[in-house]
């Protein structure tokens, strides 16, 4: 799965990095997003790093951007019976073909991708998954067709 790194109790990166691989379970306080490098701590606030002088008050609320997931990780979202499904639809539904298509030519998946919500709300038009589903993939609970 490559390299996991380390938060303390505050989400401060704690210099640790570990390697773990495909099954392997990973401890909650690791992310598989590199940390910056240079000068100061290096804060995770669950979706990007911030890079403060000081240790940060674990009070301390940052604006936040899109949720990003390595493709691996958003193909994992879904259940081995949506990913069935999607690849039988695959089959005779050129635009299904597309999606999951445009989907592998991506190293990164972003939540806020406008493509990525088209190609989701399409497969929910078709039946495959329900609007509670994909609210749940894309971790989006506004999520609407």
């Given at each position: 799965?490559?390299?996991?790194?380390?938060?303390?109790?505050n989400?401060?990166?704690?210099?640790?990095?570990?390697?773990?691989?495909?099954?392997?379970?990973?401890?909650?306080?690791?992310?598989?997003?590199?940390?910056?490098?240079?000068?100061?701590?290096?804060?995770?606030?669950?979706?990007?790093?911030?890079?403060?002088?000081?240790?940060?008050?674990?009070?301390?609320?940052?604006?936040?951007?899109?949720?990003?997931?390595?493709?691996?990780?958003?193909?994992?979202?879904?259940?081995?019976?949506?990913?069935?499904?999607?690849?039988?639809?695959?089959?005779?539904?050129?635009?299904?073909?597309?999606?999951i298509?445009?989907?592998?030519?991506?190293?990164?998946?972003?939540?806020?991708?406008?493509?990525?919500?088209?190609?989701?709300?399409?497969?929910?038009?078709?039946?495959?998954?329900?609007?509670?589903?994909?609210?749940?993939?894309?971790?989006?609970?506004?999520?609407?067709?």
């Amino acid at each position: 799965m490559g390299i996991w790194y380390g938060l303390d109790g505050n989400k401060v990166f704690t210099g640790e990095a570990r390697e773990f691989m495909f099954r392997d379970p990973v401890p909650r306080n690791f992310v598989n997003v590199p940390p910056p490098q240079g000068d100061g701590f290096h804060v995770w606030d669950g979706r990007k790093w911030f890079t403060v002088s000081e240790y940060p008050d674990p009070n301390l609320a940052y604006e936040s951007e899109s949720v990003r997931w390595p493709l691996k990780d958003f193909r994992m979202r879904f259940t081995p019976n949506e990913k069935i499904a999607l690849y039988q639809a695959a089959e005779t539904n050129i635009m299904i073909k597309v999606f999951i298509d445009d989907l592998a030519a991506t190293p990164v998946v972003a939540q806020d991708d406008p493509d990525l919500n088209k190609g989701v709300a399409y497969v929910v038009a078709q039946g495959i998954i329900t609007i509670e589903r994909a609210r749940k993939i894309l971790d989006n609970p506004e999520f609407s067709l």
